[in-house]
T-cell receptor, first 113, second 113 residues
Framework: GAGVSQSPRYKVTKRGQDVALRCDPI?????LYWYRQALGQGPEFLTY????????KSGLPNDRFSAERPEGSISTLTIQRTEQRDSAMYRC???????????FGQGTRLTVV | GEDVEQSLFLSVREGDSSVINCTYT??????LYWYKQEPGAGLQLLTY?????DMKQDQRLTVLLNKKDKHLSLRIADTQTGDSAIYFC?????????????FGKGTKLSVIP
């Protein structure tokens, strides 16, 4: 597609529920990143994929968070047993290669009530 | 790890120049970026500079890098109301994890008509 597409744009979920956030990167981009942005803060790195391989998940805060990119294109970030502190903007980015400019999607605003 | 600092707010009159400042701590930062975030929109890459450059100009935008002081600035000439947004400075290091961006907290630019 023309840009990085994320869905849903907004998600409200009850505490304890699982959520899945989707990212569709720019066509042909091999690198995909997930970031989390709390209110009033800059984005913080969560995880990185090169094609389908998850090469770095050091930013995932705990084992409730997981991500996959099974065919090297669309990626899903899953949060299990959501907690209120998980509320944030979740941003996906993609780049043509690992060390080239990253282009961000509009993000998914997650609210856990 | 890397730390990126920015002042949180800047207010300028329409037509004046805006200067947004950023400092970073990791001397191995190779690429330094400026992103713009408008309400409801994704992070838009404005410009970037390699660490072996002192200055980069792109239309109304001028990036200055003082590598000795680890100081980066973004100057916007003839600031317009459409420039009102949050501006994020971000750095990327060399070596392992070089695909990660480290962001500052963002500077909110308000343009007074």
């Amino acid at each position: 597609g023309a840009g990085v597409s994320q869905s849903p744009r907004y998600k409200v979920t009850k505490r304890g529920q699982d959520v899945a956030l989707r990212c569709d990167p720019i066509s042909g981009h091999v690198s995909l990143y997930w970031y989390r942005q709390a209110l009033g803060q800059g984005p913080e790195f969560l995880t990185y994929f090169n094609y389908e391989a998850q090469q770095d998940k050091s930013g995932l805060p705990n084992d409730r968070f997981s991500a996959e990119r099974p065919e090297g294109s669309i990626s899903t970030l899953t949060i299990q047993r959501t907690e209120q502190r998980d509320s944030a903007m979740y941003r996906c980015a993609s780049s043509l290669a690992p060390n080239t400019e990253a282009f961000f999607g509009q993000g998914t605003r997650l609210t856990v009530v | 790890g890397e730390d990126v600092e920015q002042s949180l707010f800047l207010s300028v009159r329409e037509g004046d120049s805006s200067v947004i400042n950023c400092t970073y701590t990791d001397s191995s930062s190779t690429y330094l970026y400026w992103y713009k975030q408008e309400p409801g929109a994704g992070l838009q890459l404005l410009t970037y500079i390699f660490s072996n450059m002192d200055m980069k100009q792109d239309q109304r935008l001028t990036v200055l890098l003082n590598k000795k002081d680890k100081h980066l600035s973004l100057r916007i000439a003839d600031t317009q109301t459409g420039d009102s947004a949050i501006y994020f400075c971000a750095s990327r290091q060399t070596g392992a994890g070089s695909y990660q961006l480290t962001f500052g907290k963002g500077t909110k630019l308000s343009v007074i008509p």
